[in-house]
Every structure is written in structure tokens, then in C-alpha cells.
């Protein structure tokens, strides 16, 4: 982490001290956020590297890159850490660590300590993953079903379990601070109906990591006292239950696909009022919905185990509340579209992945109306159209919002300007790279391939060869922004305060800001988005 | 050139056209929903974009849009739920007198078990135009049987009975896929389903060598056990009489109810303690561990044929919630 004397005078969170101690024992949350970006990015792409490795190996139906074992271990440590140790932190300990104050106008969250603590438990988390990693790995599904894991697997599934489990209390100390802070600590004038949506959407997430991580906590729990202690919870030997655990687990794992999009549905409405220089269509609708989807999102769990051997009648049930959760997203999506109505639209970076995350998490959120129909879910599920579906979600929305956030913000974070014109190229690659390599897995799941196969029958064969073709063309799309914004630290055009003319309190103090990051505590007296008395930002050169 | 980039899965069962529908229904109405959100992006993005001279309209918001936007998805979210939930009761209810099969699952192999008394490993062979009702369980861990071409698939447990049924339409060979991870050879754990002409079928089912129908082998153990020494048909007994059991509703010792379908008498078996008919004593052993997954499907289907002839009029109760029966389907 290279810092260079960006301007010679001015004191900001970035150059105020260097060395080691002074980023390992800091409590500023900007810095805190610094090192959760440096730690995801990392296990970014060792689950990418996971994923590379799963593609390969599907690019012939014989199984013969690597033995069953292994590619039954890559795709449970894909799978885990992509969403425990990348999704789940992503936008929220990053983004939302560095904005969260800045947008309501505090000096810091409400527990600067603990916030240094949530990434410590974080970083141990992460330390016990890769030495699980590293002595042999786990094979049992990121779902950690039982009684293969309680039983069967002879695999680290405790090492991994306690990783998870540890991993979680740093994920329920952050929306402990989330939610704390933006209840106590709002900038005067800074009432709940002009909080920005990414406020709004990021208390709707720390709900929903207080709530259900605790869950998913007791359940791993339970499986590691059922492995190392015989103890009969879930293995019907000894008169335990396994649908229990699917129930338990699926009780925090559904939510938790919410704790991955809501964020980056936050980030979404920003950019897009802020390229479109508008408010956001709907204000109120879009931060009630992000409280709707986090409360009927804890009702929809057993979606996951229509055909797990459940009662048919909690499978209408659950069914029918699924349902009821895809209301609040259409809304969002339909206000989205609505607010470039009529306004004033640049096509800059942000905007981009802004397209590309309503586009692709439209398509995602769709084929989530195919698997909510029992009928076709009994089809579907545990076919490759599971695994397209919720990477439209998890990749397609998740990543492209955290992506279109990380260039929105970036002159903020780091007081540069990445190179407009790489970042456009980007976000296209990422974008065609990612259709190619998931959508041909829609098709694959309806034909019937059964997901976690390491060997597969002849006429799949066209499909996983399109979709592997895609998996290359994404990861170059992935670590072309890694390159430019590393380059733009030392040699990226120096950021004004507010390059892109943006409404929120986070713009109106210095890139990058100053350690308590503003000079005196601002008093609000504007509506959210008050994009019609901000004049256009200067370089809008580009298009024309 | 489809061999090997097939777009769609073969339908072979009466289920396939009834999922088929439904989901053109949807690739329809989603493919609508997305060009219609596309065309207004590309529409707005380049009708407004930013230009010298115009600025962006003020516009807050409308609540009427809001109302529209979200009602009509609703209402069309819900006639999807009851097509889609239509379709799963028929799928889930099996009608009367379906032939029934017996599967064990285990790491990695499907094992099964006709009534015939036929057996066969990762093949199952059925006859066209006939109701086949599969009664599943696992000897280890969770597997799933998935059979693409009747778009079905079921969750095979340990521990416990789950059902599914199907009705062929069309003669061939079909992929048979464990759904379920379920370890190291899980995408191995393969096999196929063979639907035959009838006629066939009767040629096949005469070409093995068999010891006597799966309610035969189940009697052999019944008497092997001893289980008749207390379950006797002549006198009572120190346990109850199994005669016209299955299917009835049994009053336990402490005051519940169940219905004593193929879970019921699996439990009873192997845990015998667990619910014990009202006006006996829990004096039975234990079997669990004692006797095999296969030798307990010939039990079970031994009791079942102590029905005589005709078994229960209505569908089969619903293994997979104990007493909750589905309603019985319209014929």
C-alpha cells in the first residue's frame, strides 16, 4: 500500500501517518475499509482461480484435469469463498465502512474499535480458510449438507466450519455498527426521508446480518459438536434429523443472498440519479423496499428444499412467499428505469455497470420466477439453471453494483481518476464476458445437467465449452480494473472534491477526505438527490 | 449437430408436457420483461443523453406508476404460483393402484427392487402406459433421483421413505442422474431408465431369475424374524395383527393418531418404541441395524400385502408429511 504526497500540504486519512501500526491499529473506518478491500480483492481471486480451475475441467465431459476429490474441493472452496469471504464483506465492510459515516455526516462509525475488530475476526477467519485450503481443503458443498458433512466427508469440514463460523461475528459486529450509527450519529438536518437509498439499503443489510447470521452460526456449530462428538442432531442413525439442518442452514443462507444485493442495490441509486442528474424516481418506494425484501426475505427459505422431502403444503407456503419477495425488487428495478426518464444521461464508467447490473439482475431476478414455480423447480433445481440464475444475481447484480460503486467512488477513496476510457472497455468485457459464460448454463440446467458434476454426459458438452469461453473473457474483464485503478494511485489525473457534481454529503468535503472527515459537522438542509440545484460536473467532454 | 447441443430434454412422461408448458409460458413473459426494461434503457439513454442546452426534468416520483408497477406483477406472480403449484400436486399425488418400486440409494449406486422380485443396479426397467410409484430411501447419505426426461426429481433420504410417481409416454432410454451431492463419485452415480413396449416388458421381466415376489421374500423374513411368533392372524397376538393395517389409521399408546403408511411401519421396525398402538406394550425389539434397507422395502411391502385384494380406494397418503393426506386427484 503505497501512498504517495498527493497534494504536498493538505492532511488527509491517507497520508496523516504511515507505517505498518498506523493501518493495523487504526480505527478510522476509512483506513478499515482500505484493509477490507485489500483482503477481499485477495480472496477474489483465489475464488476466481477456483472457478478458472471448475471451467477447465468442464471444457470436456471425461473427468480428466483433476481427480473427483479435487474438483468436488473446488467447487465447495469456490463456493465458500466467494460468498463468505468475498460477496458477504464486499460492498458493506468496504463501501459501506468508508460511506456509511461520510453520507450522514459523522466523523466515524458508532464503534470504531469494534469496526477494527469485525476485520481482525475477519483476517482469523480468513487465516483458518486458507489453512484449510492449503492441508487438503473441504468437499462438501459450500452448503455443508448433512450427513455428508457431519459424517461422511472425511475432509476439513470443522476447520472450514469454525473459519464460517468465526468469519460470521466479524459480518454481525458490522451491522451492529451499521445500524447503531445511522440511528445516533445523522448530521443535523439529516432526517430518514433524505438519508441517501445506500443508507438506506445498507440498514436493511445489517438487519439482516444481525438477525440471521447468529443462525447459521448455531448450525455449523452443531454440525462440528455431531462430527467431533457423535452427538445425533442431523444423522438419522442416531435419530437425528437431516432436513433439520437444511432448514436451519437455508434460514440464514437465503437472507444472506440479500446481504449480497441489497448493497449493491444501494450503489445502484446513487449512480444512476447521479448520471442522470435527477432524483431518484420514487424515493420513499425504493427505501421501503429495501426494508420489505430484508423482512419477507426471512420467510422465503425452504424455496431451497421444494423437493428435499418436505410436506407438500409448506412447499405452496413457501412458494407463495417467494413470490411476494419479487415484488420489492421489480419495484426497484422499474424506479431505476424510471428516473432516467426524461434526464440527463452520461454514459461515464459508473453508469455502465449501472446498465449492466439492472440487465442482468432483471434476468436473474426472472429465472428466479421459474425456480419459485414448484413445478419447474422440481426440474430445475440442482441443475445448472440454479447455478445461472443466482450467479445473474450474485455476479451479474452483486459484483457489477460493487464494481459501478468502486469507480463511482474511487476519486473519493483515492484522490485519482481511473482512465475513463479502460474503465468503459471494462465493464463491456465484463458484461459480454459474463452473458457468455452463464447464460449458456440456463439452457445446459433445462436440458438437465445436474450441477457438481465432475464428469458429465456427451451432449452437454457444446454449452460447457461456451460457457468456459466466456469464464476467460470475465476474468480478463475482472482484473483489468485491479490494473487501472493500482496504476491511477500514482499516476491517475488528481480527483476535485466532487468530480462528478454528486449530491451526497460524502462529495462535499475533500478526495481524499480528511481523517474526521469533515472540517466541522455539516448541517442539512436539502432534500436527498438534489440533483436540480447541482450544476453539471465539467468534464463531460467524452460524448457528445 | 442436436446430438450434442440439445436445447431441450426428451419428454417421455405425461409430467414433462405439463413443466414444458409452463415454462415456455415464462421463457415468453421473461424474454417480454426484458426486451420491454431494455428498450426503455436504450430508449431513455439516448433520447436524454446529455447534451449543451438540456437539462434533466425535475420529476419526483408518481404514485399511481408505483401502484401499477407493483399490482400487476403481483397478480401475474400469482397465476404463475398456481400453475406452477397445480402441476406439483399432480406430481406429488400418486393415483391408486400405480406398481410400486423400491429404491435404495447409496454411495454410488441406485439400487432397486421390483415387486416382481426383479432387483437391478443404476437401471430401471418400466413398462409404457403404466403408473409407477418409486418409494425411495438412502443407506448413507442425501442423494436425489432425477430423471430428466420426466423433468422429476425427488430427494432420497436416509432414515425415511420419500415417494415419487411417474406415468411414461414414450418408449427409449433416459439419463437417470443423482441430483444431490453426494461425495466423490457423485457425478458418477448414474444409470438409466429403460420404458419398454408392454410386451416387452412382460419378455424381460420373464427373462430373470428370481426367488418369489417382494411380498414373498418380505414373508420368508417375516417368519425368518420370528416377527409372526407375536403378530399373529389367528389369535391375537402379544403385538398387534398386521391384517388390512396399511393405510388405516392407527390409535397410539399415547393418545396421537397416525396413519400407518410406509414410513409408519419402517419406524416400527427399526424403532418400535417410537409410537406404539394403543393397548400394547413396547415390548418388541429393536432392528434397527439388524436388518438391511433392501430386507426392510420386502417387509414393508409384505405388510402392504396383507391388505387383500383391492388396497385403498383413494390415492396413496403422502409419504412425505405423515398425516397430512392431499386431497385426492380429479381423474
Known sequence: MSS???????????????????????????RIALLYLVSITFFFFIGGFFALLIRLELLTPAGDLVQADTYNKLFTMHGQ???????????PAVLGNFLVPMMIGAKDLAFPRINLLSWYLYIIAGIIYLHCILTGGVDVGWTFYTPLSSGFSNTKVIEAGVAVFINGFSSILTGLNFVVTIHRMRAPGMTWSRLPLFIWSHYATSIIMLLGTPVLAITLLLVVFERAFGLGIFDPTRGGDPLLFQHLFWFYSHPAVYIMILPSMGVISEVVPCFSRKRIFGYHFVALASIAIAVIGFLVWAHHMFVAGMSLYAALIFSLLSYLVAVPSAIKVFNWTATMYKGSISFSTPMLYAFGFIGLFTMGGLTGLFLAALGIDVH???????????????VGGAVMGYLAGMHFWWPKISGRIYPEGWGRLAALIVFIGFNLTFFPQFVLGYVGMPRRYWQYSQEFQVLNVLSTAGSTVLAVGYLLPMVYFLWSMRYGKLADDNPWNATGLEWRTASPPPTYNFDETPVVTWEAYDYENMPLPQEVTLER | MFDNFPLWPARAATTAGQVDALYIFLVLLSAFMSVAIFIMILVFATKYRRRHGRQAEPIEGSISLEITWS????????????????????????????SEIYVVAKQWMWKLQHEEGQREINELHVPLGRDVKMIMTSQDVIHSFYVPAFRLKQD???????????????????????????GTQHSGMIGQVVVMEPAQYQAWLGGGTTTGSLAQSGQTLFEQFGCNTCHRFDVQGRGPNLKGL????????????VVADENYIRESVLNPGAKVVSGFKPIMPVFQGLVSEEQLNELVAYVKSLNTPASGAAGTPNLQSPGIQPPTPKE
Open chain 1, 4 to 30: 504517495v504526497a498527493i497534494t504536498p500540504e493538505r492532511e488527509h486519512y491517507l497520508n496523516k501517518e504511515y507505517g505498518i501500526s498506523s493501518w493495523l491499529l487504526t480505527t478510522d473506518h476509512k
Open chain 1, 81 to 91: 469463498t466467494m460468498i463468505f469471504f468475498f460477496l458477504i464483506p464486499s460492498i
Open chain 1, 380 to 394: 430445475v433445481t440442482d441443475t445448472y439453471f440454479v447455478i445461472a440464475h443466482f450467479h445473474y444475481i450474485m
Open chain 2, 71 to 98: 399490482v400487476i406483477p403481483l397478480g401475474v406472480f400469482l397465476v404463475i404460483f398456481v400453475w406452477g403449484a397445480v402441476i406439483f400436486f399432480r406430481e406429488r399425488t400418486a393415483p391408486a393402484g400405480a
Open chain 2, 156 to 182: 432420497v433420504l436416509p432414515g425415511r421413505y420419500t415417494t415419487m410417481w411417474f406415468h411414461p409416454t414414450k418408449a427409449g432410454t433416459y439419463h437417470l442422474f443423482c441430483a444431490e451431492y453426494c
Open chain 2, 246 to 257: 396399511f393405510g388405516k389409521t392407527v390409535q397410539l399408546e399415547d393418545g396421537r393418531s
